[in-house]
């Protein structure tokens, strides 16, 4: 199994193999095998919740390409209480502290509650990028007693639960207090009550609305006590437990998780293998973007990236691409790193279509294979035109106002990327249009990082004063050729260097003619840039 390539070469092919191996060996049914990721909507959704639905759909993918029927189900959190008011949003909802998000009013008065409007944003994104899911709500899965037996077996052994949860890590809330969360009767709250007993025969949870620290600060509660019906969705499972209900109730074979949430996996682990008597599905860990600072791209710390944002600049395959490039290791991330993967997403699509080729037949054929995933296996007939975008860019931030679209094109046309009269197709016209949205956004468009030797760094700053007072692209031309020479550089790594800092790939126009349509200035600038890294 090692030395064979499994379906497309890629690690989410291999990962549906050995969910298929385990399902087997386990003796469960293989009709369908499902996946799961976890949908949050307490807040705006980032990038990173998107990696959940990218990876588990990808393995669903290859486990449909391997011959079994497979399905990925989004989980809405959406019993989940408002912990903390994101960045952004208005203050007035801190009276809707601990409330729970689908009982709390969208403050955009456009869904039907607070919840529904943050759920739909990333369901919005899954679909742009042509990810297929089961939708389960959790408010509708309490409300419908999914879970109910999950929540019987759980509230009847929480002496156990709660010694699981202290050996793991150290917890000891639940050795006193039921792992299981009422919605308070009298002030609409969740994580203020304190379930006290369970009378199995009644399906009922007595509780006390004492109060709760939440994310640093004190929620008082109301005092109220009271009492719930659990087959009726008038509380919910702590995280102590839900997810190893989630995946009994659901029959769940594969869930990746983020790092962050590795003790509560743990946990739901061995709830579920010794408690709910089911082995816990397949899981691969992966770690967290961060934003260049170093924090972590969070929905509530104001450092928030939303999949609308990277669709305003990129294509929705490229942010694809960001998910299933690699599962391991922490990344830093931020809205500059959005051309260099629409650059790489053409890289695979010249890989993919033959235009360029490896020697080491593997990566070749996981490569070709995570082109594929990118499109969620639904790859374009042909390939598209390929325009660095960077050089987009700076046309667009030098095209006369509202005119971009025409601009742009007769400069291709010129630079052959397109023949005379020949207009962009959509593929084109969209890239046209994230690259004039970049230039509405941002001043700078951010060069492709090359290092430079001490010879190319002299050239790069000779090069500079001609450009200061040459205005002929011919005599431009002659003098990148001429510079390259004098300083012991082969001219084609000069210009190799020149076009990569300038349009993040390795060759384009003749340079000489495009500089100058790129305004002098403009280049100096990213030049001097270049230099100062």
């Known amino acids: 199994m090692n030395n064979k390539i499994i379906g497309r070469g890629t690690w989410y092919d291999k990962m549906a193999a050995k969910v298929v191996e385990r399902e087997r060996k386990l003796g469960r049914s293989l009709d369908v095998i499902r996946t799961e990721m976890g949908l949050g909507a307490s807040g705006f959704p980032h990038i990173g919740s998107l990696g959940d639905a990218a990876r588990a759909y990808a393995v669903t993918l290859a486990l449909r390409e391997q011959g079994y029927r497979s399905e990925l189900i989004a989980f809405c959190d959406d019993k989940d209480g408002l912990r903390k008011v994101p960045a952004g949003l208005p203050k007035s909802l801190e009276k809707y502290l601990g409330f729970p998000v689908t009982d709390i009013p969208d403050p955009f008065k456009c869904h039907e509650s607070y919840g529904k409007h943050m759920s739909s944003l990333l369901l919005e994104a899954l679909d742009k990028c042509g990810i297929e899911y089961h939708y389960v709500s959790a408010k509708d899965a309490y409300e419908k007693g999914l879970l109910n037996n999950e929540i019987r077996k759980l509230l009847l052994d929480a002496k156990k639960v709660g010694e699981i949860v202290k050996e793991e890590v150290g917890q000891e809330r639940y050795t006193e207090v039921l792992p299981y969360f009422p919605i308070c009767g009298n002030c609409g709250r969740i994580y203020t009550t304190k379930a006290l007993e369970f009378l199995p025969d009644e399906n009922k949870v007595l509780y006390v609305c004492e109060g709760m620290?939440?994310?640093?600060?004190?929620?008082?509660?109301?005092?109220?006590?009271?009492?719930?019906?659990?087959?009726?969705?008038?509380?919910?499972?702590?995280?102590?437990?839900?997810?190893?209900?989630?995946?009994?109730?659901?029959?769940?074979?594969?869930?990746?998780?983020?790092?962050?949430?590795?003790?509560?996996?743990?946990?739901?682990?061995?709830?579920?293998?010794?408690?709910?008597?089911?082995?816990?599905?397949?899981?691969?860990?992966?770690?967290?973007?961060?934003?260049?600072?170093?924090?972590?791209?969070?929905?509530?710390?104001?450092?928030?990236?939303?999949?609308?944002?990277?669709?305003?600049?990129?294509?929705?395959?490229?942010?694809?691409?960001?998910?299933?490039?690699?599962?391991?290791?922490?990344?830093?991330?931020?809205?500059?790193?959005?051309?260099?993967?629409?650059?790489?997403?053409?890289?695979?699509?010249?890989?993919?279509?033959?235009?360029?080729?490896?020697?080491?037949?593997?990566?070749?054929?996981?490569?070709?294979?995570?082109?594929?995933?990118?499109?969620?296996?639904?790859?374009?007939?042909?390939?598209?035109?390929?325009?660095?975008?960077?050089?987009?860019?700076?046309?667009?931030?030098?095209?006369?106002?509202?005119?971009?679209?025409?601009?742009?094109?007769?400069?291709?046309?010129?630079?052959?990327?397109?023949?005379?009269?020949?207009?962009?197709?959509?593929?084109?016209?969209?890239?046209?249009?994230?690259?004039?949205?970049?230039?509405?956004?941002?001043?700078?468009?951010?060069?492709?990082?090359?290092?430079?030797?001490?010879?190319?760094?002299?050239?790069?700053?000779?090069?500079?004063?001609?450009?200061?007072?040459?205005?002929?692209?011919?005599?431009?031309?002659?003098?990148?050729?001429?510079?390259?020479?004098?300083?012991?550089?082969?001219?084609?790594?000069?210009?190799?260097?020149?076009?990569?800092?300038?349009?993040?790939?390795?060759?384009?126009?003749?340079?000489?003619?495009?500089?100058i349509a790129m305004g002098k200035q403009n280049v100096i600038e990213a030049l001097q840039r270049a230099l100062s890294k």
């Not at 010129?414 to 890239?431: F, I």
Request: net charge positive; with cysteine; aromatic share 12%.
């Open 213 to 515: 620290e939440i994310k640093g600060r004190w929620i008082e509660g109301c005092g109220h006590k009271g009492e719930v019906n659990i087959t009726k969705g008038e509380g919910k499972l702590s995280w102590k437990g839900e997810f190893a209900a989630r995946w009994k109730a659901l029959n769940i074979s594969f869930e990746a998780y983020g790092k962050d949430i590795a003790d509560s996996v743990r946990v739901n682990d061995r709830i579920s293998r010794e408690i709910l008597g089911y082995e816990p599905p397949s899981h691969a860990r992966y770690e967290m973007f961060l934003d260049k600072s170093g924090k972590k791209i969070s929905k509530s710390t104001g450092n928030v990236f939303t999949p609308q944002v990277w669709f305003r600049y990129g294509s929705p395959q490229s942010l694809m691409l960001l998910m299933l490039k690699r599962f391991v290791g922490t990344r830093t991330l931020d809205v500059t790193d959005i051309p260099s993967y629409m650059n790489k997403l053409d890289y695979l699509e010249d890989i993919y279509f033959g235009k360029k080729t490896l020697k080491d037949k593997r990566e070749l054929t996981k490569l070709k294979g995570l082109y594929e995933y990118c499109w969620v296996l639904k790859p374009p007939p042909k390939p598209s035109v390929h325009v660095p975008y960077n050089m987009l860019a700076f046309l667009a931030k030098i095209a006369p106002k509202d005119k971009e679209m025409d601009f742009i094109t007769e400069k291709l046309q010129s630079y052959s990327y397109l023949q005379k009269g020949q207009q962009p197709d959509e593929n084109l016209k969209k890239r046209m249009e994230y690259a004039i949205n970049w230039v509405r956004d941002f001043e700078e468009i951010k060069e492709t990082a090359v290092t430079l030797k001490t010879e190319e760094r002299n050239a790069i700053k000779e090069l500079i004063q001609a450009l200061k007072t040459e205005e002929d692209p011919e005599k431009i031309q002659n003098a990148i050729f001429n510079t390259a020479k004098k300083h012991g550089i082969p001219p084609p790594e000069f210009f190799k260097t020149l076009y990569t800092i300038l349009i993040g790939t390795p060759q384009g126009p003749r340079l000489g003619p495009y500089i």
